[in-house]
């Protein structure tokens, strides 16, 4: 597991764990398993988005503006409230058109609904963009370094799990020349605009 998704889990565990699996009807340990899917596949887009120097000046932008960790000061807030800090905003801008096939495929390796899937991941991604926040803010990382931290968070991903960051990398691949890098610079000027 990397440092991004241990450090979401280590939050949510608990109270806000079972928080999540109530609002989606689901289990705690389903909960659990969805989330510690859903977090890497966030981080490894944003880390494919940030790959890009323009990608990564916006991404550091926003997580300088919004992104500092603070949302973890009051998690069960947050949590009975989670439209407040615009997750589908998140999702739209690191998966760009490809969200739905994304959500499709956590539920199918999740064994959840993909309703509850794309609330899953909407209701996470602001936590993972507060846990990079958090790293880049503690560390004082510029938008290069946060750069190669996200590409070594993605590297433990695919690590931990070749198969669900393989579907991933072949998902954000649009036109299907092998590489997704050209595919997201086209989206990397929109980045959390």
Known sequence: MNAITQMVMQQITGGASQQIAQRFGISESTANTAIQLAVPLILSAMARNAAQPQGAASLHQALNSDHDGSIFNDLSNYLGNPQAANGAGILGHVFSGQQANVESNLAQAAGIDQSSAGGLMEMVAPLVMGAVGQAQQQNGLDASQLSNMLAVQQQQAQAAAP?????????????????AMDDLWRVAGNFFK
């Open 163 to 179: 198969d669900v960051m393989g579907m991933l990398g072949s998902m954000l691949d649009q036109n299907k020349d092998g590489s």
